[in-house]
Nanobody, 116 residues
């Protein structure tokens, strides 16, 4: 079972930037899709961004134009560059991977807080 470890979360002021990282314990070439989701208490987990093995990307409407997902097949990492952060981006951000056989796994999450 793959292990996913997120890092890079923290406290940032509105308008600031953060880069989240997700380290996988095996080659990310194993995965069909990798992505980031976020969740706030009392709400469902929502899509932030996904990237396929073919490097196609898709973004949630709330983050389009501000966030960028990327992957590094050598370092077995997936990244989320977050710019122009807003207070409503405050959430726990989770890394997710999907194997070609549709098995999916989550990381433990990293807290992002956008506040002045």
């Amino acid at each position: 079972q793959v292990q996913l470890v997120e890092s890079g979360g923290g406290l940032v002021q509105p308008g600031g930037s953060l880069r989240l990282s997700c380290a996988a314990s095996e080659s990310i070439r194993s995965f069909n899709v990798m992505g980031w989701y976020r969740q706030v208490p009392g709400k469902q987990r929502e899509l932030v961004a996904v990237i396929t093995s073919g490097v196609s990307t898709n973004y949630g409407d709330a983050v389009k134009g501000r966030f960028t997902i990327s992957r590094d097949n050598v370092k077995n990492m997936v990244y989320l560059q977050m710019n122009s952060l807003k207070p409503e981006d405050t959430a726990v951000y989770y890394c997710h991977v999907l194997y070609k056989d549709f098995r999916g796994y989550w990381g433990q999450g990293t807290q992002v807080t956008v506040s002045s």
